[in-house]
């Protein structure tokens, strides 16, 4: 049983950064890989960056490459998503996923976070 615990998110104007955070409760994560996903209204749920959380191997999907990074404190359990050069296109809830095993976008995930707001203005 893994607890997810996001924070970061808010309205920001095209072009700025955000940095999200996504805290593992409990004792220390030991799953295999890490995920932010996002959600904007009418739009299915979208896969982002996913990070093994041994090895730190990363994964993102083409829209956000060059622009957001993932990492991950293993000291602290917790997951970051560096945004930048935020995009109105970015606009959407987003989610932090663990998985017990495997890694990648179409990884099955078993715990999910409650989604945090980012909204990028123009």
């Known amino acids: 049983q893994v607890q997810l615990v996001e924070s970061g998110g808010g309205l920001v104007q095209a072009g700025a950064s955000l940095r999200l955070s996504c805290a593992a409760s409990g004792r220390a994560f030991s799953g295999s890989a890490m995920a932010w996903f996002r959600q904007a209204p009418g739009k299915e749920r979208e896969f982002v960056a996913t990070?093994?959380?041994?090895?730190?191997?990363?994964g993102y999907t083409d829209s956000v490459k060059g622009r957001f990074t993932i990492s991950r404190d293993n000291a602290k359990n917790t997951m970051y998503l560096q945004m930048n050069n935020l995009k109105p296109e970015d606009t959407a809830v987003y989610y932090c996923?663990?998985?017990?095993?495997?890694?990648?976008?179409?990884?099955?995930?078993?715990?999910w976070g409650q989604g945090t707001q980012v909204t990028v203005s123009s």
């Open positions: 990070i093994t959380w041994s090895s730190g191997i990363t």
């Open positions: 996923a663990a998985a017990r095993r495997g890694w990648g976008a179409r990884n099955e995930y078993d715990y």
